[in-house]
Every structure is written in C-alpha cells, then in structure tokens.
C-alpha cells in the first residue's frame, strides 16, 4: 500500500484497463456499465454489465459509455471509472485515493474530447492527470525503442479505433487513426447474417464467430460454425452454419480501411526513417492483432515485415503505466 497512488489507464471502447506501477494489470474489464433507466443507479459494471447485455429486464440497460475510443457518454463514464478505481483498491490493495492518472487518448480525438476524459479523471479526485497519445503509449508497452531515433511504426487495431503511429525521439512523426475497429468488424457479421439468412444474431455471438472463424487472409483453410440466433420471419430461434470465407468477405471492406489507414501513414513518414521501417518493420497491437491471418495479410501487403506485440491486447495499458515514471522523470529533469 501507497499513500500516493500512480495508475495508468487504457480507457478503451471495448475493454478498460488500469495498470498500477507496483503491481502492473490490476484490471481488465469491458467498457460497459448497466443502469437502471428508473433510478439512474449504476447496477453493474465491467464483466458483470457485460454478461448482461441482452438479457436484462426492461429497467435495466447496459451502456457503452465509450464510442470510438472517446467519451460518449460523460456521466455514466465517470461513474464506471469510480465503480472500477474502487474495485481496484479492495482487490489489489492499493491507495487510490488522489492518485496520479495517465490516460491514453486516441490521436485523431478533439480538444473537446480530450477535455471530457481529463475531466472525467479528475472527477475521481485524481491528485494529476496526463494524457498521452494512443500510438505512443501502445510503442512503448510493445518494447519498441520509442526514445532513440529510429521509425518505431506501431498499429493499434482497438475496438473503437485503429490508430497507426510512426514514433521517433519519443515523439510521433506521423499518425493517422480510423474509426474502424473490433466493433465494426461485429457489426459487419451482424448485417451479413441478416442479410443472408434472415437471421438476427447479438453482439456477443458475432464477437465469437470473428474470434473463432475470422479470418484476415483471404486464402486459408475453410473452417465452419454453428450459431443461434433470432429468425426474423417467424420470430423463433434458429441455428444456422456459416463459414469462415464468408465472415472474410463481410469483414474485408473494414479490413481494406485499416490497411489504406497504414498506407497513408507510411507515405507521411520522412524519408531517413522509410529504411527502418523496412529493416525492423511494423508492430502490431490491441485486440485486432489477433485476428487469425492479419500478420501475413499485413506483410504481403505492405512488403515490410509485420511484428505481434508481446502482449497486444495490454500494450496500450502497460504502456501508460511505464510513460508515467517517464513523465516523472522529465519532470525532476525540468525542475
């Protein structure tokens, strides 16, 4: 136990994590919370509102707070943050009480929105709070030698985003983000199944069908899937099989977004640093990056080698905590 806590936050639309310097992942729950609509209570948050998600009375609703990796609903954000920060003290065992916070933002996000997660924060009773970019939070957790002067190109495919940043001297080069991520992808497999089988399925089956039969290569090993939803004529469940060509072909245009996203990232990138990237390539991170196939598709693509992050889906998370003694640092520096 610490009297004066220091937590880093990956504030993700799917999934938020909080990394503690003492402890490291201390949390990694969804980004949902479940309110009652009559009180405006807070009934669930993280795994327990996730379970919920379709199967609540009428009263109970749960929320994504967060769309596109930034706040889209402010209130219910700041109360999940206070619901999870408390989690984390009773759990793990440590002092949150004004903590100092860095949080990621992703990099396209608007002064606007910048400001509602610092205020989000801060309503916490956080002691400091520090943003930092996306991209560079997800290089430095990915070990990439952010500090030294060489191309560092880090893809972070999130639910809500798909940032793409070239990193140098601590610093980005170049960065572009698209509103295309884990969550598009199952929203593309919910419109296909409708489309073609009549059949209406819910978040959590389509998240399970792109984990178990997605695909980011067109050419691999054909495998198939039993799934149960909702037949939109007669209104009575349905179990239908679908392959995993399919779910590629309903997933690609996404995919196609993500992949122009790194193109016109790479075209920005100066020159000097254009023959690093070939020589130590580009490392990709978030949820995403475990799409089956996406590492050679990228590669064939792009003609420059493609590198999974040790921990994809907690770069991000573990990268906020280590910018923090970062941050510190540079601060006993400019004293």
Same mark, same amino acid.
Not at 248 to 277: F, H, M, W
């Given at each position: 136990?610490?009297?004066?806590?220091?937590?880093?936050?990956?504030?993700?639309? *799917?999934?938020?994590?909080?990394? &503690? /310097?003492?402890? %490291? #992942?201390?949390?990694?729950? $969804?980004? !949902?919370?479940?309110?009652?609509?009559?009180?405006?209570?807070?009934?669930?948050?993280?795994?327990?509102?996730?379970?919920?998600?379709?199967?609540?009375?009428?009263?109970?609703?749960?929320?994504?707070?967060?769309?596109?990796?930034?706040?889209?609903?402010?209130?219910?954000?700041?109360?999940?943050?206070? *619901?999870?920060?408390?989690?984390? &003290? /009773?759990?793990? %065992? #440590?002092?949150?009480?004004? $903590?100092? !916070?860095?949080?990621?933002?992703?990099?396209?996000?608007?002064?606007?929105?910048?400001?509602?997660?610092?205020?989000?924060?801060?309503?916490?009773?956080?002691?400091?709070?520090?943003?930092?970019?996306?991209?560079?939070?997800?290089?430095?957790?990915?070990?990439?030698?952010?500090?030294?002067?060489?191309?560092?190109?880090?893809?972070?495919?999130?639910?809500?985003?798909?940032?793409?940043?070239?990193?140098?001297?601590?610093?980005?080069?170049?960065?572009?983000?698209?509103?295309?991520?884990?969550?598009?992808?199952?929203?593309?497999?919910?419109?296909?199944?409708?489309?073609?089988?009549?059949?209406?399925?819910?978040?959590?089956?389509?998240?399970?069908?792109?984990?178990?039969?997605?695909?980011?290569?067109?050419?691999?090993?054909?495998?198939?899937?039993?799934?149960?939803?909702?037949?939109?004529?007669?209104?009575?469940?349905?179990?239908?099989?679908?392959?995993?060509?399919?779910?590629?072909?309903?997933?690609?245009?996404?995919?196609?977004?993500?992949?122009?996203?790194?193109?016109?990232?790479?075209?920005?990138?100066?020159?000097?640093?254009?023959?690093?990237?070939?020589?130590?390539?580009?490392?990709?991170?978030?949820?995403?990056?475990?799409?089956?196939?996406?590492?050679?598709?990228?590669?064939?693509?792009?003609?420059?080698?493609?590198?999974?992050?040790?921990?994809?889906?907690?770069?991000?998370?573990?990268?906020?905590?280590?910018?923090?003694?970062?941050?510190?640092?540079?601060?006993?520096?400019?004293?």
């Amino acid at each position: 136990m610490f009297s004066n806590a220091e937590i880093g936050i990956d504030l993700g639309t *799917a999934n938020i994590l909080i990394y &503690s /310097k003492s402890k %490291g #992942i201390v949390l990694n729950e $969804p980004s !949902v919370v479940a309110i009652d609509i009559h009180t405006k209570q807070v009934v669930a948050v993280g795994t327990e509102a996730k379970e919920m998600i379709g199967k609540t009375p009428r009263n109970i609703i749960p929320i994504r707070p967060l769309r596109d990796g930034v706040i889209a609903d402010y209130d219910v954000t700041a109360q999940m943050l206070k *619901a999870l920060l408390k989690k984390v &003290s /009773k759990k793990a %065992g #440590i002092s949150t009480r004004k $903590p100092t !916070v860095i949080v990621c933002t992703p990099s396209g996000s608007t002064s606007v929105e910048r400001r509602a997660i610092h205020n989000a924060v801060t309503s916490y009773g956080a002691k400091q709070v520090h943003l930092i970019e996306e991209p560079v939070a997800a290089a430095i957790g990915a070990d990439l030698p952010v500090d030294e002067p060489i191309a560092n190109v880090v893809v972070d495919i999130g639910g809500g985003t798909s940032e793409v940043g070239i990193i140098s001297f601590g610093g980005i080069v170049a960065c572009n983000s698209v509103r295309v991520g884990g969550d598009k992808l199952d929203e593309e497999i919910i419109q296909h199944i409708r489309k073609h089988y009549n059949v209406l399925i819910g978040e959590r089956t389509a998240e399970n069908i792109k984990m178990e039969i997605g695909y980011a290569h067109p050419n691999h090993k054909e495998v198939t899937m039993e799934i149960r939803g909702r037949d939109m004529v007669t209104g009575l469940p349905q179990t239908i099989t679908v392959t995993s060509k399919e779910i590629y072909t309903a997933i690609k245009e996404s995919l196609e977004q993500i992949l122009d996203t790194v193109r016109a990232t790479l075209e920005e990138c100066p020159p000097e640093l254009s023959g690093d990237i070939v020589n130590h390539g580009i490392v990709i991170t978030g949820g995403g990056a475990l799409l089956k196939g996406i590492q050679e598709w990228l590669a064939n693509e792009l003609n420059v080698p493609v590198h999974l992050a040790p921990n994809p889906l907690e770069s991000v998370a573990i990268g906020t905590g280590r910018a923090l003694q970062m941050i510190n640092k540079l601060e006993k520096a400019a004293k």
